[in-house]
């Protein structure tokens, strides 16, 4: 009985495997088939208030996307798109990237422009330049009221769904601590991703800036960012 159970088991689980590489694939196969149509990706870069500097790092999402056209069969747009929780254009990008090392604060209007973007499809990717963490947690309850901040396991497909990584990596050392990835989910979605002292924005700048970063660092940061984007287009 033992051994006929684990055989059963074993073909459940790989055939569940299967599956999911079947599901991964189309989607992705659709996501090409978009491309194709003409439709370029772009990252936008969310402007905010407050104070912080929510212009940083403005090399990286050029990068980014330089680096998705090179690994990937997604077409992309050049560079960045800046705008504010508020704009018209918001809906256009699947998309959003908030970075920063001091103080974010939102209006009413921008925290219920986030909230319906996220919950109507949307991924914001927020990047802890060092010293945005009191400030995002603060600002990110307002637009989840309900939900908290969940640590995102190593196992999690945006670890692996395209190249296969432990966890998060860390890219600058700030206080030392480890790098740890938090989500918030809408109905099993992930719609939220905070890189918290890791600085993958960082990592992706142009070498120039941050010469300290070797390559070994830069390409963590490379694979990372890949996955990040690979993960919202096909999720």
Request: net charge negative.
């Amino acid at each position: 009985m033992k051994r006929g159970y684990k055989k059963r088991k074993f073909h459940h689980v790989y055939s569940r495997k299967r599956f999911i590489l079947l599901i991964w694939f189309l989607s992705f196969s659709i996501l090409i088939s978009t491309q194709q149509a003409g439709e370029l990706f772009t990252i936008a870069q969310v402007q905010y208030g407050g104070g912080g500097d929510w212009y940083g790092d403005p090399s990286a999402i050029g990068n980014w996307l330089s680096l998705l056209r090179e690994r990937t069969e997604i077409e992309t747009a050049d560079d960045r798109v800046i705008l504010k929780l508020t704009d018209h254009e918001l809906y256009q990008y699947p998309m959003l990237y908030l970075v920063g090392h001091g103080n974010i604060r939102l209006t009413e209007d921008e925290v219920t422009s986030l909230r319906q973007y996220l919950t109507n499809g949307g991924f914001l990717f927020v990047n802890d330049d060092y010293g945005l963490d009191k400030s995002f947690r603060r600002e990110i309850s307002r637009v989840f009221p309900k939900q908290e901040l969940q640590p995102v396991p190593n196992s999690h497909p945006i670890y692996h769904c395209f190249y296969d990584l432990p966890g998060l990596p860390k890219i600058h050392e700030h206080d030392s601590e480890p790098a740890q990835g938090y989500s918030i989910f809408h109905n099993g979605r992930m719609v939220v991703f905070y890189a918290y002292s890791a600085d993958i924005g960082d990592g992706l700048e142009d070498p120039r800036v941050h010469p300290e970063d070797t390559p070994e660092i830069r390409e963590l940061a490379s694979k990372m960012a890949v996955n990040i984007a690979v993960y919202v287009l096909t999720h």
